[in-house]
């Protein structure tokens, strides 16, 4: 009884500490946007999910997505990354919960919260579902936007990101994206719960460049994330 009580009173416990949203972005793949899934570390330093790495390295010739250097299909796990995942506690971006890091990713596949507002995570193993939209022809020329909290105008994707952060970061007004609303598969009528996060974190690429109408929003941004830096200079090894 007393070795059984030894026993437990010696087993370490995890002193847990909370961070803000800007030091979960440490914790995030750069290739999926979410809480790291067993993450590895690349020979160039990067850090990725396992599965987002294995994908990546099948469509883009093993090159880093990042620095565009040579990565192996087999890389080291990130221990020290998974390990702080289970020490460290931040809130979701949904409902406000407390959550571990290394259980982020779960709990945001269940809160309707945070899928009302980001949408489903791309799935690793199942190419996305095409969503009810109409695929009607859309004029690509001009992408301008207006800002719907002053409406101003004539911006471009990255215009309108830097005016809102600018001049709206305190306006927490439910509005509608008017770069999702001018899509094919856009609801004009979808209010955003939070636009700023929304806007940064959503609309990270110039549709113009990278747009294929004939595909649905969550498969372009998939396509996207692995194809969009082939337009980016090679770095010479």
């Known amino acids: 009884m007393g070795s059984a009580q030894h026993n437990l009173q010696s087993e370490p416990v995890l002193q847990m500490e909370h961070i803000n949203c800007e030091e979960v972005l440490d914790f ?11 993450p590895i570390r690349t020979q160039c330093g990067h850090v990725f999910c396992q599965e987002c790495h294995v994908r990546n390295f099948h469509a883009n010739d093993g090159k880093c997505p990042q620095c ?3 990565t ?7 221990l020290d990354i998974q390990g702080q995942m289970m020490t460290k506690q931040a809130n979701c971006r949904g409902c406000d919960t407390q959550v571990c890091l290394i259980d ?20 690793a193993h199942t190419p996305p579902q095409p969503t009810p939209a109409s695929y009607s022809t859309v004029e690509t020329t001009g ?9 101003d ?19 927490n007004r439910r509005v509608v994206c008017p770069i999702c609303a001018s899509m094919p598969w856009g609801d004009p009528n979808y209010y955003s719960r939070n636009f700023l996060t929304h806007l940064s974190r959503r609309h990270q690429f110039d549709y113009e460049q990278f747009v294929d109408f004939s595909q649905d929003e969550e498969l372009m941004l998939q396509n996207t994330i692995f194809n969009s830096f082939q337009d ?3 770095i010479p090894f």
């Not at 982020?104 to 799935?123: F, I, N, V």
């Not at 992408?143 to 409406?151: A, G, I, K, M, V």
């Not at 990255?158 to 005016?163: M, R």
């Open 72 to 78: 192996s299909y087999t890389e080291q796990r990130a």
């Open 153 to 171: 105008t004539n911006y471009d994707v990255e215009g309108l990101i830097t005016h809102c952060n600018t001049h709206h970061s305190l306006d």
């Open 104 to 123: 982020m990713r779960a709990h945001t596949q269940t809160c309707s919260k945070y899928l009302e507002e980001y949408g489903p995570a791309l799935d």
């Open 28 to 38: 995030e793949c750069p290739i999926c946007f979410q809480p790291l899934e067993t």
């Open 68 to 70: 565009r250097n040579h």
């Open 143 to 151: 992408w301008t936007f207006t800002c719907p909290f002053c409406q």
């Open 232 to 234: 980016f200079p090679q």
